[in-house]
């Protein structure tokens, strides 16, 4: 691992300037009313003091870092608060009284000199480092809630133009065009599933989840869409009866238009999908029988802006696995009363 060099020098004069307090704290008269700058009694004071405030200024703010990292304030208001608490005053007890035993001074003479003004500084350190804390969360969260807006309307933009795109209107259109001469119920009954297609689109822009059931249930409008459109050459199994799950909308659906997009479908190699759940997670997966020429332009940032959108939805991240078979996984998100 490479060493941030710009972090040791600033880890550095943090502490050269905590050792340079610590003996002005003696040379003040706090630490040692009697002591001279000249008395070996000062500079053991001063070592004294300079050593215990760099263990509980760098200390408590390491301990500090540690448990907003273990405990968010976010998440864990009232535990993060109790552990930090309770940290604090354990590790600078024995911080203080590990320094004064390094010293090997009589434990009354030690404490007359230092530990009083030591809890008093370790309060204010530990006040300060525990809400530099708290704000630094905040603050991360309000950064979060900007990028999740930002990162939806981008969802919502590929999610729309994954279906209003040209190639996707024309191959639609086209094979309404065969099907009103052939049979005009299904013509019929083609138009309408078009239809709730594009209505779900529209009403889900500005939803970030759905329900399982509503997605399903656009799901079938659409590959009624391209089953028309291919037949026997692609094999659908969808096993997703009874699951209770929250779903980020159109996310399924784009998952099977990239697997149509970017393999070949034929009738010597259809392509089979299989939707199922397995161990909390919603899975799509296809066998893979890449196109060598792609008919319509990859954005290469569908995939990505899934695993975008989960980042903010579940704490379980979108597995994706490619060996024969293309396979992503999503994470069940659980359907709140």
């Excluded at 943090?14 to 008269?29: P, R």
């Excluded at 390491?62 to 354990?90: C, D, E, H, Q």
């Excluded at 970017?262 to 392509?271: A, G, K, T």
């Amino acid at each position: 691992m490479a060493i941030d060099r710009s972090l040791v020098i600033k880890e550095m004069k943090s502490v050269f300037v905590l050792i340079i307090l610590g003996m002005l704290f003696a040379w003040s008269g706090l630490g040692c009313n009697e002591c001279t700058f000249n008395s070996p009694r000062f500079w053991k004071i001063g070592s004294l003091n300079a050593l215990m405030w760099v263990a509980l200024w760098k200390g408590n703010s390491y301990l500090a870092n540690f448990i907003s990292w273990k405990w968010p304030w976010i998440k864990f208001p009232m535990k993060r608060f109790i552990i930090g608490l309770i940290v604090t005053i354990v590790y600078s007890l024995a911080a203080m009284y590990g320094i004064i035993a390094l010293y090997s001074w009589s434990l009354q003479v030690a404490i007359n000199y230092s530990t009083g003004y030591s809890i008093l500084i370790t309060i204010i350190i530990s006040l300060f480092m525990h809400g530099r804390e708290f704000l630094i969360n905040w603050r991360q969260v309000a950064i979060d809630a900007e990028r999740l807006q930002k990162e939806n309307i981008a969802a919502h933009y590929e999610s729309l133009k994954s279906q209003i795109n040209p190639h996707f209107l024309f191959n639609t259109l086209n094979v309404l065009t065969n099907v009103v001469y052939e049979d005009q119920d299904k013509a019929a009954k083609f138009i309408k599933q078009l239809s709730e297609v594009y209505r779900y689109v529209l009403d889900t822009r500005d939803r970030e989840v759905v329900t399982l059931d509503e997605e399903l249930k656009f799901l079938m409008s659409y590959l009624y869409l391209q089953q028309i459109r291919f037949g026997d050459k692609l094999k659908l199994n969808i096993q997703l009866e009874g699951v209770k799950s929250m779903v980020a909308p159109l996310v399924v659906q784009m998952l099977i238009e990239n697997a149509i997009k970017h393999n070949i479908v034929s009738e010597e190699n259809p392509l089979e999908i299989h939707v199922y759940t397995m161990d909390n997670f919603i899975v799509v997966e296809n066998n893979l029988q890449k196109k060598m020429v792609f008919s319509e332009e990859s954005t290469g940032i569908g995939l990505e802006n899934i695993c975008k959108r989960y980042e903010f939805l579940s704490n379980t991240p979108v597995e994706i696995i490619q060996n024969d078979k293309f396979i992503v996984k999503l994470p069940v998100i659980p359907v709140h009363a």
